[in-house]
């Protein structure tokens, strides 16, 4: 390893909360404040040790609309001067501020940066932001390209690579049994740092207090049968995409702890894993949610690496179409795909997702002893992130 890679050394996030579950009473900020102050504990570095922090949130109104990187930072205790960036490109926004933290360690403008992402759906509303001062798309745009929702874009990906309600439900079924076998076997732990709800709630929250320290998005009674049964959300005649074979609402924060090699060196810390590569692409946004089949061949391309030198997979379950179509393109084999799951089973708390994953994929790299993780997120607008981690040994 080079003493200029940059380099991961901890990764946390807290327990998937469901809609109006158990993390409904915690403002996103605040857990927030929770996993930064979370990697201080674990590393040993001081809070004044950090350059800056780079969170990722969509739906940046009310509650999340002051920067919640820095109000996450100042919620935690973090001294004054070190300051916070927020930032938003969609699903993506977790994964792009790592992105973003990687750029600015390898140019020599911060040398420790936490990046991470934040979001709690159940108190901010995806979408409650949108056409509020005037529609999201003008006439240029509209005149331009066919621009639609992200239910109506996961149908077409349905049309387009030939996809059978049954195969969506299938895949949907096997998110919730690869996620419900990892919990139980104790996978998740070493990177869930529990919630205690009393803590961190508002004052006026009457629900329950506990503390919550395991995801409770997990189906483990859901069935083929029971999947079946659910109508179509987005096409209601014809239509085969439903709320079971769709990334859940939900509540969470995720946060990893970036710099140099050299640096981790210098304060005795581990370097768990290296940011190999990382892209960004632009993809068709009538399609919108083909981004990462883009953004994987791309990744690809650049490090000179074929599917079968990867070792794991993780594309966000955002719609099953979206890992489904992926396969069909990428040929890669389904075995390495998602193998705990994925949004489908264990949430998508849209700007906390692409770290929250990348934390995932960390610690199952580790537990496998495997070299290369590679995951890619759709985006709205139709964009792809993409991140090559390589394990440090």
């Known amino acids: 390893m080079d003493d200029n ?21 915690v403002r996103a900020d605040h857990l927030g404040a929770l996993v930064l102050n979370a990697l201080l504990e674990r590393t040993g570095v001081s809070a004044d040790q950090v350059s800056d922090v780079v969170f990722g949130c969509v739906t940046q109104i009310g509650e999340q609309s002051a920067n919640i990187a820095r109000t996450a930072l100042l919620s935690a205790g973090w001294p004054s001067s070190v300051p916070g960036m927020t930032i938003d490109r969609k699903c993506g926004s977790g994964e792009a501020a790592v992105h973003v933290a ?178 960004t692409v632009g993809a068709d946004p009538t399609l919108m949610l083909t981004g990462p089949i883009a953004a994987t061949r791309l990744l690809l391309a650049q490090t000179g690496l074929t599917v079968s030198d990867i070792d794991l997979f993780e594309i966000n379950e955002a719609f099953a179409s979206v890992p489904l179509a992926w396969l069909q393109e990428i040929g890669a084999p389904a075995d390495r795909l998602n193998v705990n799951g994925g949004a489908i089973a264990l949430g998508h708390p849209l700007g906390a997702s692409g770290a929250r994953i990348m934390t995932s994929l960390l610690n199952e790299l580790e537990r496998r002893n495997a070299r290369f993780g590679l995951q890619a997120i759709c985006c709205a607008g139709g964009l792809g992130t993409a991140t090559l981690l390589e394990r440090c040994d």
Request: charged content about 25%; hydrophobic content about 45%; glycine content about 10%.
């Open 102 to 279: 990687v750029g600015a360690i390898a140019s020599g403008a911060a040398r420790i940066v936490v990046a991470g992402g934040a979001e709690n759906m159940s108190r901010v509303p995806m979408g409650s932001n949108r056409d509020l001062h005037g529609e999201a798309f003008g006439w240029q745009a509209l005149e331009r390209y066919e621009l639609t929702s992200q239910g109506e874009a996961s149908e077409r990906l349905v049309d387009k690579w030939a996809l059978t309600r049954e195969a969506l439900d299938a895949f949907a079924l096997q998110s919730h049994s690869r996620a419900a076998a990892a919990a139980d076997a104790g996978y998740f732990v070493n990177e869930i740092v529990p919630v205690s709800v009393a803590d961190y709630c508002e004052k006026s929250y009457d629900g329950d207090q506990g503390v919550f320290g395991k995801d409770e998005t997990i189906r483990r009674d859901t069935s083929v049968e029971k999947l079946a049964t659910l109508k179509t959300s987005f096409r209601l005649e014809g239509g085969r995409v439903t709320a079971g074979n769709s990334s859940q609402i939900s509540d969470g924060a995720a946060a990893l702890m970036l710099m140099k090699a050299e640096t981790a060196k210098a304060l005795g810390l581990k370097a768990r894993a290296k940011i190999r590569a990382m892209v």
């Open 5 to 25: 890679d940059i380099v991961i050394v901890d990764a946390v996030r807290t327990p998937v909360g469901r809609f109006r579950g158990s993390l409904a009473g």
